[in-house]
């Protein structure tokens, strides 16, 4: 080595310390976890999550599984969406998605070296009635038997999910999918038999994730689109608000009616989340008032049993068609609300006008995350979702049934993802939910979205919301840095 060479080197070595950057020999993120004797003592000042705190992680059946002609697996509104020509931004289906059907033993193994306690998945309705209704097919539930004695052979919790939008084709094709009354009947009647079936195992059931989500995006005129991607009318829309709460409360009770003692069943709802732009008295009453309203056709008439009059004064003419027993069925008791919080969908002041709430606009530069220009950052979001769902409506039990972010991952050379942008958003939302359990806020678990990168419904496979990079090729998961910050969350109980 010649000397100008040794002391170009030192320079640059040098440099690189200065710069902090022996930081890049983390070779391998899942390696990144401090030995137990270079682990800093836990803060006093921050005394963590509760105990038992459920740390978990979700994901739901069509953006993972694959697998979607197997052992009878009938078609969904998703299979036909996903192939229809222009639906799908980077033209991308989930026929394969994560090959999760044939590689659950591997994927369990992601959550036990996460260190997480309980799992959120989705079971399939046209795995378990390809038709929707009628005849089950034994070989779909079969799958999910394997997959829940995996979960707890893992000692991690299952938590299900019944409806995470994959509707059986069949039943768009018959009588319009959710515009029918005979689709919540049809869904009560596939609730009650998944119940009977497996609640020896699992013991917490959501019954429709994202009422509002699918109904909104997949009937009405939105510029985000999910299946069946109608554009319906605002009198036949609040037939279809109607009918998904609807389905809601049927198969509440149809769990009760087969589940085994014991079984504990709610919602997992994308609630309109209002944050009090400042936080003076005023605004924060402002902000539970707008709570009420904003979520009037779903978690409002799910926990009150009756539409607010601001939400059928707007409705008009075009209010739903529904009977007293319909509300009272819609909201049947629950054990617990899931909420899927990932942004602030409203800043609000107080107003001295009827409505008693006014919305803050948002300026244009208002921070996103990357790739999802709905995905606002506002971490005290998962403060002020669970903070007034528990002051409103008094709900004992909560629990976060989806939050995360999407980033466009990048590995490096070697194959890692160095995801700072996601760990940044993460450690700050849960700031602001460990500010909640702390004053007391009865949020009894937390389910991070996603496990591993998958099909992101319209936005395809190029949006990634997972801890694990997944290699659509080869199919293999490498944990992102995010990982290995969620694994030191759950040890230690609290923010790092
Ligand atoms: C949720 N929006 O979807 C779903 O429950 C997941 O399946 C999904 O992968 C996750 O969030 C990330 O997107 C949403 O436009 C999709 O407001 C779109 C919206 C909200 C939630």
Redesign the pocket.
């Given at each position: 080595m010649s000397p100008s060479h040794t002391r170009r080197h030192f320079a640059k070595l040098a440099a690189q310390a200065a710069l902090g950057i022996s930081a890049l020999l983390i070779e391998n993120p899942a390696q990144a976890r401090p030995t137990k004797s270079k682990r800093l003592p836990s803060s006093k000042a921050s005394p963590g999550f509760p105990k038992g705190f459920l740390w978990g992680t979700?994901t739901?059946a069509y953006?993972i599984e694959g697998a979607v002609k197997e052992d009878g697996r009938g078609q969904s509104i998703w299979d036909t969406y996903a192939h229809t020509p222009g639906k799908i931004k980077d033209n991308s289906n989930a026929d394969r998605a994560n090959d999760h059907y044939h590689r659950y033993k591997e994927d369990v193994q992601l959550m036990k070296a996460l260190g997480v306690k309980s799992y959120r998945f989705s079971i399939a309705w046209p795995r378990v009635f390809p038709q929707g209704t009628g005849t089950p097919n034994p070989k779909g539930l079969d799958f999910y038997d394997r997959l829940l004695d995996e979960l707890l052979a893992n000692s991690i919790e299952p938590f299900a999910t019944l409806y995470?939008?994959d509707l059986p084709q069949e039943l768009q094709d018959r009588h319009g999918g959710w515009e029918s009354r005979d689709t919540p009947k049809a869904f009560a009647d596939y609730a009650g038999y998944v119940a009977q079936r497996l609640t020896d195992r699992v013991k917490h059931i959501f019954t429709i994730?994202?009422c509002s989500?699918f109904v909104e995006?997949g009937y009405g005129n939105?510029s985000?689109e999910?299946a069946p991607g109608l554009k319906l009318s605002q009198r036949r829309l609040n037939q279809v608000r109607h009918h998904a709460v609807l389905g809601h409360g049927l198969a509440v009770q149809a769990i009760r009616a087969s589940g085994r003692a014991g079984t504990k069943v709610g919602p997992?709802e994308?609630i309109t989340t209002c944050v009090p732009a400042i936080e003076t008295p005023e605004n924060i009453r402002a902000a539970e008032i707008a709570t009420r309203e904003l979520n009037g056709g779903y978690l409002t008439v799910m926990l009150e049993g009756k539409y607010t009059d601001a939400f059928l004064a707007y409705a008009g003419a075009d209010a739903p068609k529904y009977t007293a027993e319909d509300l009272k069925v819609i909201s049947a008791p629950v054990d617990f609300v899931g909420i899927?919080v990932?942004?602030p969908q409203h800043y609000v002041v107080s107003a001295d006008d009827t409505h008693g709430f006014a919305l803050v606009p948002f300026p244009p530069s208002y921070p996103l995350m990357n790739y999802?220009n709905?995905?606002k950052v506002g971490p005290e979001a998962l403060y002020w979702a669970p903070r007034n769902l528990a002051k409103i409506w008094n709900v004992k039990e909560i629990y976060i049934t989806?939050n995360?972010a999407?980033i466009a991952d990048v590995p490096d050379a070697k194959g890692i993802v160095y995801d700072l942008d996601r760990i940044m958003y993460l450690r700050n939302y849960l700031t602001h939910l460990l500010r909640a359990t702390s004053e007391g806020v009865p949020v009894r678990g937390y389910f991070l979205?996603?496990l591993m990168d998958?099909f992101?419904?319209s936005?395809g496979l190029a949006?990634r919301?997972g801890l694990h990079w997944v290699d659509y090729d080869t199919q293999r998961r490498t944990p992102k840095l995010s990982a290995s910050f969620y694994r030191e969350v759950i040890a230690r109980n609290s923010v790092v």
């Open positions: 979700a739901s953006q995470h939008w994730n994202e989500a995006l939105n985000i999910l997992a994308n899927n990932y942004s999802s709905w995905l989806e995360g999407s979205w996603s998958n992101e419904w936005d949006n919301f």
